[in-house]
């Protein structure tokens, strides 16, 4: 199985100025062309707003954008937006293809605090995506607060359920140390890779946020972009190294 060359994303998010935040990945992503998998974070072009006359038709031009994007870097791109379907509105995450595919997650857990639940609708599904032979379980900000959504298991083939956890998310700084806990925990607790991708700023809410994106590993150890920065990092995950991981501590099999 190929390495996997994952791109995150940390940007100041524009408070509902969805033209405006689609410039600035284009900006950020100017130089980057040897990815994989691009991670934007959550409602990556409008910020954590509840919003839905921000909504948009999975034929909409920020999915069209995603695919061009897609296609142009040859990379997929996981991330969410506000999507209405059929008269409800949902936190989408969606996994785009460079080949046009697209797979989605609906957020399960809607963040009860900004009563995102008054206006989103919860999905009720998990989502595992295949991509270049690795599994890629999709999340969404305050899922990580849920270990039940993403527990690890064998199946009776003697494979892990996935390889990867992708948490997209506008996750408060006054609960940073919350994010960098649970992140660490998903990753042990799972045996897997964590990717959490998060923005930097302040929004519309007067919210700050601290970024402090990262890559977690089985054991736990984090490679963490700089905080409070605007930042574009590609880092390269070994299934190999995984492997040796969970045969040496098989701990998903005692499970």
């Not at 408070?15 to 959550?42: A, F, K, M």
């Not at 920020?62 to 897609?70: A, M």
């Not at 046009?100 to 609708?121: P, W």
């Not at 595992?128 to 849920?146: A, S, T």
Request: charge should be negative; aromatic fraction near 10%.
């Amino acid at each position: 199985m190929q390495d996997l060359a994952i791109t995150l994303v940390q940007p100041n998010q524009l408070w509902e100025d969805v033209r405006g935040n689609l410039d600035n990945y284009e900006r950020l992503l100017t130089n980057e062309n040897q990815s994989n998998l691009i991670v934007l974070p959550e409602l990556f072009q409008t910020s954590f707003t509840m919003n839905t006359l921000l909504a948009e038709q999975m034929s909409g031009n920020s999915i069209q954008w995603l695919l061009q994007l897609s296609k142009q870097k040859s990379a997929a791109i996981y991330t969410s937006l506000i999507i209405e379907e059929n008269g409800a509105f949902y936190n989408r995450g969606v996994f785009v293809q460079p080949n046009g595919l697209i797979e989605c997650y609906d957020k399960r857990k809607t963040f009860g605090l900004a009563k995102e639940g008054d206006h989103f609708t919860s999905g009720n599904a998990e989502q595992i995506v295949n991509y270049k032979g690795w599994k890629l379980q999709l999340q969404i900000c305050y899922d990580l607060r849920f270990p039940e959504l993403v527990r690890n298991r064998i199946s009776d083939s003697g494979e892990a359920a996935y390889d990867v956890i992708l948490y997209v998310a506008n996750w408060p700084e006054k609960r940073s140390n919350h994010w960098k806990s649970l992140l660490n925990a998903r990753a042990i607790e799972n045996q897997s890779f964590v990717i959490g991708v998060n923005r930097i700023g302040i929004d519309g809410n007067k919210h700050s946020y601290s970024g402090d994106s990262c890559l977690t590993d089985a054991l736990g150890t984090t490679t963490g972009l700089s905080p409070n920065k605007e930042q574009v990092k590609t880092v390269v995950i070994k299934h190999r190294e995984l492997a040796e991981i969970r045969e040496m501590l098989p701990f998903l099999k005692d499970r």
